[in-house]
T-cell receptor, first 113, second 117 residues
Framework: GNSVTQMEGPVTLSEEAFLTINCTYT??????LFWYVQYPGEGLQLLLK?????DKGSNKGFEATYRKETTSFHLEKGSVQVSDSAVYFCALSGFAGASKIIFGSGTRLSIRP | GAVVSQHPSRVICKSGTSVKIECRSL??????MFWYRQFPKQSLMLMAT?????????EQGVEKDKFLINHASLTLSTLTVTSAHPEDSSFYIC?????????????FGPGTRLTVL
């Protein structure tokens, strides 16, 4: 079936470190891929998305490239800040014409000053 | 951008009472809204898909008589937790589709934290 697997957390980094959060997916057809961020006590916010192979989504210094050959959508940021501390969810939707989103389990990121 | 609101943001109720949570799309019409439940430190679990003017579609294992969903207009969906019990305590999040199939993006509300005593 369709699924999303992302690296388990928590991930703890120092400020200005390089960040990678791995995400791979299994899906039929050509899904859209997303990264959502959830700050403490809040709902989800769309961070970035990509709708077709080789598309790169980017926002707030974060990037992720839709790799169909490796079925991956890894999230990267060159220099993280304390304010990036949150839970990050990889997700997919749009498979087989459906609109339901399937979320990964989430990765908690903590940035030390 | 597309904004989705939820009301209330927090609610505490006694066991056996019913609680209604509202989800509104503020600057767009949403033909489809979704309701999720999130347990502490876990991912979101889709509870149901709500289409304006029709009955909601519930995911397997979700009790439709306990979680009543009404999507009465293109900007409002409500979730009513009937006869709430402590195990219903959770973070409930709604999302809405903009109706533009080319964007295929759900916009999420800020969530409602329900605590049942």
């Amino acid at each position: 079936g369709n699924s999303v697997t992302q690296m388990e957390g928590p991930v703890t980094l120092s400020e200005e470190a390089f960040l990678t959060i791995n995400c791979t997916y299994t899906a039929t057809g050509y899904p859209s891929l997303f990264w959502y961020v959830q700050y403490p006590g809040e709902g989800l916010q769309l961070l970035l998305k990509a709708t077709k192979a080789d598309d790169k989504g980017s926002n707030k210094g974060f990037e992720a490239t839709y790799r169909k050959e490796t079925t991956s959508f890894h999230l990267e940021k060159g220099s993280v800040q304390v304010s990036d501390s949150a839970v990050y969810f990889c997700a997919l939707s749009g498979f087989a014409g459906a609109s339901k989103i399937i979320f990964g389990s989430g990765t908690r990121l903590s940035i030390r000053p | 951008g597309a904004v989705v609101s939820q009301h209330p943001s927090r609610v505490i109720c006694k066991s056996g009472t019913s609680v209604k949570i509202e989800c509104r799309s503020l600057d767009f019409q949403a033909t489809t809204m979704f309701w999720y439940r999130q347990f502490p430190k876990q991912s979101l679990m889709l509870m149901a898909t709500s289409n304006e003017g029709s009955k909601a579609t519930y995911e397997q294992g979700v009790e439709k008589d306990k979680f009543l969903i009404n999507h009465a207009s293109l900007t409002l969906s409500t979730l009513t937790v009937t006869s709430a019990h402590p195990e219903d305590s959770s973070f409930y999040i709604c999302s809405a589709l903009t109706g533009d199939p080319s964007t295929d993006t759900q916009y999420f509300g800020p969530g409602t934290r329900l605590t049942v005593l």
